[in-house]
């Protein structure tokens, strides 16, 4: 019995123990991926980043411009420049540099220009480097140009002066409609625009033609008075706008002037007595009533028969430009309004 108490006393304590004892915690299963290392994220499939070296192309890419070897060129003045590569900031000195370079698609590399150019409309936003005859030497060289286009009016002061100040300049003078095409050639091989420059000629070249074969079917020719300003003042040989008069088919009354822009006197008019006047001297006030009520002017034949032609824009005419085709087929209606109805 004893033996039987002790036992079962045994078997309670090992009971007891048992109940009190911590359950132990299973051993914990591996999973069967290893889990991705938090320090080293992947980045999302939908999004992947391009790499470093290969650039995202455009849309349109654009080949890069060409760096041809040094250009060495004579001006209209007999200068020679050598020019390095091809000019990305360009400064006009002129309008009509500056109507070309936009006209050639060179908007863009224009950095500066003159308080007179006013076309296209976009020209009047750039940096101004003063007047036509008036230019701010020290504004053009801050402007840092690789080139700049200058006219005859600047060969002997601002070039020499930018020249010191180590900037290639241009300067491009055309003396006749032809003249003008080739400034546009001339001006388009300096700036790898030779391109866009044949096209630009052609198209002039065209309109030329159209009008001076027109004109070549009238019986006689008029004779004619430009009238720049209001001084008198006019176009005479030598000048690109007695070229213009001679291709519309008119016969210019100053041709036997001594210079390329004489001035004349009222009397040396009356006594050529021109057929059409053309009056660039809007921009003076000047108007057919003014001059029909000028002192002698009532006995000329253009006064007698009414074709006092004002021009509404003289920079057509008086700018060496593209624009200059605009100009032509402007005379060439006023001296034969019949052939271009």
Known sequence: MRKYFALTLLIAILIGLLA???????????????????ATPVPPAATPL???ATPLPTATPVPP??????QTVTDDVGRTVTIKGVPQRIVSL?????????????????VGVTEFCNYPPEAKEKPKIGGFAKIDLERVVGLNPDLVLATNI???SVVPELEKRGITVIVAEPKNVNDVLAKITFIGKLTGTS????KLTAQMQARIDAVTSKVATAKTKPRVYYEIDKTFFTAGPGSFINDMIVKAGGINIAADA??????LTAEAIIAKDPEVILLGSMNFGETPDVVRARPGWANISAVKNGRIVPIPNEDVISRPG????????????????????
Not at 195 to 198: C, E, G, M
Not at 258 to 263: F, H, S, V
């Open 50 to 52: 391009p790499p470093t």
């Open 65 to 70: 411009t060409p760096t041809p070897a040094a």
């Open 94 to 110: 002129a309008p009509s540099n500056t109507e070309v370079l936009y006209a050639l698609g060179l908007g863009a590399r224009v």
């Open 20 to 38: 009190c004892a911590p359950v132990p915690t299973p051993t914990p299963v591996p999973p069967t991926k290893p889990p991705v290392p938090t």
């Open 195 to 198: 391109d866009n420059a044949a």
């Open 322 to 341: 593209p624009r200059i085709v605009e100009g032509l087929e402007l005379i060439a209606r006023a001296l034969y309004p019949e052939l271009f109805k």
């Open 154 to 156: 600047h060969a002997k």
């Open 258 to 263: 001594k210079t390329a822009y004489p001035q």
